[in-house]
């Protein structure tokens, strides 16, 4: 009897890893998404506390949409 109840243990906790794990990829792929919305939320957020930290919090921001980070359609063609 003891054999049975700890294989179910077993699986019970496999089970806890894999909505751990599919819960942190879910979170991930959201960040990632929406990575440009949360900086310019933060950025405000920032700048409504502090202004010295809010410009250079503003600065990074501009940065980042500065940079291109996908590739353009003309580079696929090429």
Do not use: C, H, P
């Amino acid at each position: 009897m003891k054999a049975k109840n700890r294989s179910r243990k077993g699986q019970t906790m496999v089970e806890y890893i894999i909505i751990v794990v599919l819960i942190a990829i879910t979170v991930m792929s959201f960040v990632i998404y929406f990575r440009d919305a949360i900086a310019k939320w933060f950025t405000g957020a920032t700048e409504a506390l502090d202004d010295e930290a809010g410009s250079e919090a503003r600065s990074r921001l501009e940065e980042i949409e500065g940079q291109n980070t996908g590739k353009q359609l003309e580079d696929l063609a090429d």
